[in-house]
């Protein structure tokens, strides 16, 4: 059987890696003026008011974190999307779908290491589902986090300047699995390392709450396990991590376990598997002709035959 959640991070590693490349481009010449938007709130408004202007420098204040949103864009669209693509879905639909469901919520976060000296992370404001496509210049990001060592290494509140702009076509791949064609979000913040572009430390993080995950095969069938902690509080991380191992350990036969991927791909909290195939826990390292040719096709196969 397909595995889905290797379709969907095989999607989504295409998306991440053209918008990398597409950060490298010749920053555009600022006139000096820096549109302020307000917060993630405010954005979303604009951009249903359809008065954003890309191309154009902004600010923006939120959460900012390493964890990266997996599906993002209007908040009200993609819980509109959620429950349309989960009520869709036919009682007798296999447990291998219960992943897809669960990232069409908005809030499951992925972090991956930085791409063509790009980091791929998220602009939020209270919970995952309201979250902003950052792409942030990897020395600007580097340099800027040593300047706060004592803070919470994950979220920051900060007022974000950028360019926003499109993103890459490619990203396309990734929104058909959600029916989100047509309503794709348009824009993502590029953070460069240019005179325009910054980040402004404003404040400790109050409150951020996202779904961390783990993906899992054991023989045929696939499993996904996922806890909503809050990044604010390290010792909720911890426990949801715990939590996590637990449920995974408590399964029958747990040593014939296959860790598929998990939301952090940098420290990798649950490990990995002696004989898991490591194209499969290595998002970043997913065959592009692969996933084109055949995850995407067998899981939009694979839904329509449940919906």
């Known amino acids: 059987m397909v595995d889905p959640i290797s379709a969907t991070l095989g999607a989504l590693s295409l998306g991440v890696n053209a918008a990398s490349v597409y950060h490298q481009r010749d920053s555009a010449v600022s006139d ?3 549109d302020n938007i307000g917060s993630v709130k405010e954005f979303w408004g604009a951009h249903r008011r359809d008065s954003l202007n890309p191309g154009s420098y902004v600010t923006v204040d939120g959460t900012l ?3 990266a949103p997996m599906i993002f864009g209007d908040p009200r669209l993609v819980k509109q999307r959620h429950f349309e693509f989960r009520d869709a879905l036919s009682t007798d639909a296999p447990a291998s779908i219960d992943a897809l469901v669960s990232i069409s919520s908005g809030q499951p976060v992925i972090r991956l290491q ?3 000296g790009v980091y791929y992370a998220g602009l939020y404001e209270g919970i995952g589902r309201n979250s902003i496509p950052v792409f942030i210049d990897e020395g ?3 340099s800027w986090r040593k300047e706060r060592p004592n803070d919470n290494e994950y979220v920051w509140d900060v007022a974000l300047t950028g360019q926003l702009d499109d ?3 490619e990203w396309d791949d990734f929104f ?3 029916g989100l064609d047509q309503e794709a979000p348009e824009y993502a913040i590029y953070v460069k390392d240019d005179d325009a572009s910054g980040i402004e430390h404003r404040a400790e993080t109050g409150f951020f709450e996202a779904d961390i995950w783990a993906a899992y095969k054991r023989d045929e069938g696939h499993g996904w396990i996922t806890r909503c902690p809050d990044f604010a509080e390290r010792t909720e991380i911890r426990e949801s991590i715990g939590s996590i191992i637990d449920n995974l350990e408590a399964e029958p036969e747990p040593d014939r376990i296959e860790l598929i991927s998990q939301y952090d791909l940098v420290d990798r909290p649950f490990g990995t598997s002696p004989n898991i195939d490591q194209t499969s826990t290595q998002v970043q390292e997913m065959s592009n002709r692969r996933v084109r ?6 899981v939009s196969d694979l839904i329509d035959s449940y919906t």
């Open 114 to 116: 930085p791409r063509e």
């Open 140 to 142: 600007l990001f580097d």
């Open 65 to 67: 974190s390493v964890y």
């Open 167 to 169: 993103l890459p076509t």
């Open 176 to 178: 058909s699995i959600f």
């Open 32 to 34: 000096g003026g820096v």
């Open 293 to 298: 040719e055949n995850y995407i096709d067998e």
